[in-house]
């Protein structure tokens, strides 16, 4: 059982930056994988950053060059850094895990970003 724990969403103006953070109660050298989605109203969840257990990273094309997925080992946190951000970013961003041999998903309870224009 993996809980995960997000923080650091809020409204933000279009041009502005926001960090992200993960906080997950178990280490995430014992997880598979760990991202970032999003979901805007009306709209289907997305992925948007990944981050590997050897560390390697992933981003969608949607925020390639403006956000960036990092961890902390030692907190066992995952955070997303949002540079640039558009009115079209704002959405519920949702942590996830990948944890196991059956690669079981875990979800963050989500936190809300909005952009204004």
């Known amino acids: 059982q993996v809980l995960l724990v997000e923080s650091g969403g809020g409204l933000v103006q279009a041009g502005g930056s926001l960090r992200l953070s993960c906080a997950s109660s178990?280490?995430?050298?014992?997880?598979?994988?760990m991202g970032w989605y999003r979901q805007a109203p009306g709209k289907q969840r997305e992925l948007i950053a990944t981050i590997s257990r050897g560390g390697n990273t992933t981003y969608a094309d949607s925020v390639k060059g403006r956000f960036s997925i990092s961890r902390d080992t030692a907190k066992n946190t995952v955070c997303l850094q949002m540079n640039s951000l558009k009115p079209e970013d704002t959405a519920v961003y949702y942590c996830?895990?990948?944890?196991?041999?059956?690669?079981?998903?875990?979800w963050g309870q989500g936190t809300l970003v909005t952009v204004s224009s």
């Open positions: 178990v280490s995430i050298f014992s997880i598979n994988a």
């Open positions: 996830n895990a990948v944890l196991g041999s059956f690669f079981r998903d875990y």
